[in-house]
């Protein structure tokens, strides 16, 4: 599965993004889909994962509340909706598939910046 992240950008404190990644390829269904990010100077970190059929989400404890994971089978596209956002989210974000049965992610897509200024 080849993986497509988009609508990373600037936005001041507060503010809300939207991040989209459009899968290509066949089952997308069949993938566990996450989020990562990786600040300047820091280790790749997990953001929030949803299973195949979208029933099942979790989070890192730093962004409960404020983001939401959620994807459309249909379109082959996962979300990530980022609200009240602070300079600490600022960083590159990634999206990232992995097969039903895998523990880890193995499949990547380019990051999207994200930069929050205060």
């Known amino acids: 599965v080849q993986l497509q992240a988009s609508g990373g950008g600037l936005v001041q404190a507060g503010g809300s993004l939207r991040l989209s990644c459009a899968a290509s390829?066949?089952?997308?269904?069949?993938?566990?889909m996450g989020w990562f990010r990786q600040a300047p100077g820091k280790e790749r970190e997990f953001v929030a994962g949803?299973?195949?059929?979208?029933?099942?989400?979790y989070y890192i404890d730093s962004v409960k509340g404020r983001f939401t994971i959620s994807r459309d089978n249909a379109k082959n596209t996962v979300y990530l909706q980022m609200n009240s956002l602070k300079p600490e989210d600022t960083a590159v974000y990634y999206c990232?598939?992995?097969?039903?049965?895998?523990?880890?992610?193995?499949?990547w897509g380019q990051g999207t910046q994200v930069t929050v200024s205060s």
């Open positions: 390829g066949r089952s997308f269904s069949t993938y566990g």
């Open positions: 949803i299973n195949g059929i979208g029933d099942s989400t």
């Open positions: 990232a598939a992995k097969e039903r049965f895998r523990v880890s992610y193995n499949y």
